[in-house]
């Protein structure tokens, strides 16, 4: 593995504590299904308050099993200065601001939430003729349709981008170079580190870079091959068997390499769609038996739950 068209990947998520069993479901699924031509190094960002213990770092990293040693674990304050703003917003800025350390020519940006469901090839990301994998779909009648259009203006597109624009969802395959051109371009621009750039201007991390390749190319058809990457998703407001049993058929359908559960989620389903997760789980051997998957569902709950008061309690002695 010596050149861009073959060196393996670095994924990258960044992470806090209410997602602590998300990620490690996420490491498990690595381990099960990522051999190990695919990786190249996995970044795990640490945005939580209070940030990973000893105990908590060796029990995600055995979850990683022989890719253990490619695994990086480092707090988001060691990467670059964040200035104040929300988890949310900095998440944001870490995605990309992580381009700094990554060593290969692609990574993968990844949320707590999703996991391997199958094996997978550095092909499932980067095709064959060097373009990044990812769809396009109408932000039209999008909720982020306000902030795709505070970005293009920002970037001095016009808002008809807005019609087929990039995914705002992960997985996501960003060009290292390109991600580190967007970082020096809006600090040069601005006169102001690219962090507080980011937070003053209300961007959004996906909308931007992929504005910034539209600007830079005219177009995408250079960088992105229009393929999406699927990840089937149980979101909070749909954590019953309907919506469980929907993300389940569309992993069938697409033969998805990748599956979510959001962290809402884990503390709203009823007992058919624990069912069924359960039995998806077991057949991909994420887990031993359903035992396992409920215990598991009971620590993501509560992991959310903590997070939460923690939260409550750094607002109230704030303020």
Known sequence: MTDGQTKGLTFVTVTFRAEDALLRLQARSMARFLDASVVETIIVIDNGSPGLGTRARRSLLSEYGVLAPRVR????????????ASGWTLQQVLKISVSTTVETPWYVLLDAKNHFVRSVARSDFVAPDGRARGGFHSYAAHPLLPRLRTTLAYLGL???????????STP????TEVAQSVIAD???????????EFV???LSEFFLYSGWVARRSGGWSEMLDGEAIQSPTVWGGAADGAGVGAALAEVTRWEAPLFAVHRRAMGRLDASGT?????????RELFADEREVRRFLRTAKRDRVLDAVRSRVRRTVGS
Do not use: C, Y
């Not at 674990?73 to 104040?84: N, Q, V, Y």
């Not at 016009?158 to 705002?168: G, I, K, M, N, V």
């Not at 809006?186 to 507080?196: C, L, N, T």
């Not at 069912?275 to 057949?283: E, I, R, V, Y």
């Open 73 to 84: 674990i480092g707090r988001a304050e060691e990467l670059t200065h964040l200035p104040f």
């Open 158 to 168: 016009s808002e008809s981008l807005a019609d087929r624009f990039p995914p705002t």
């Open 172 to 175: 996501f395959v960003m060009n």
């Open 186 to 196: 809006v600090a040069d621009r601005s006169g102001r580190p690219f962090a507080e």
């Open 200 to 202: 003053k201007q209300n």
């Open 275 to 283: 069912a069924m997760l359960a039995d998806f789980w077991t057949g």
